[in-house]
C-alpha cells in the first residue's frame, strides 16, 4: 500500500438508503449517468455529500448568529 492511500482513507460504505422514485425517472436517471460515464449510486453519494456541506455551513452561520451578543 502506498503513502497516499495510507492518507486518504476512504470510509467504508456500509449503509443503504432505499428511496421510491417512479419508473420514468429512474429510467431517465441511469440513462443519463450510463451516458456521463457514471453511476446512480456515485451521484447519489455526491449530492448528499453537497447538501450536507452547504446546509451544514448555513447551520454553523446560524449557531455564530445565536451565539453573538446583542449590542444596544
Same mark, same amino acid.
Given at each position: 500500500?502506498? #503513502? +497516499?492511500?495510507?492518507? =486518504?482513507?476512504?470510509?467504508? #460504505? ?8 417512479? +419508473? ?10 450510463? =451516458?456521463? +460515464?457514471?453511476? %446512480? %449510486?456515485?451521484?447519489?453519494? =455526491? ?5 450536507? %456541506?452547504? =446546509? ?17
Amino acid at each position: 500500500m502506498s #503513502k +497516499d492511500t495510507k492518507k =486518504h482513507k476512504i470510509k467504508k #460504505k456500509n449503509s443503504q438508503l432505499i428511496i421510491r422514485i417512479n +419508473d420514468e425517472e429512474r429510467e431517465q436517471f441511469i440513462n443519463l449517468c450510463e =451516458h456521463l +460515464d457514471t453511476s %446512480a %449510486a456515485r451521484e447519489i453519494r =455526491h449530492f448528499i455529500r453537497d447538501f450536507l %456541506a452547504k =446546509h451544514n455551513s448555513e447551520n454553523e452561520v446560524s449557531k455564530e448568529e445565536e451565539n453573538t451578543p446583542e449590542t444596544e
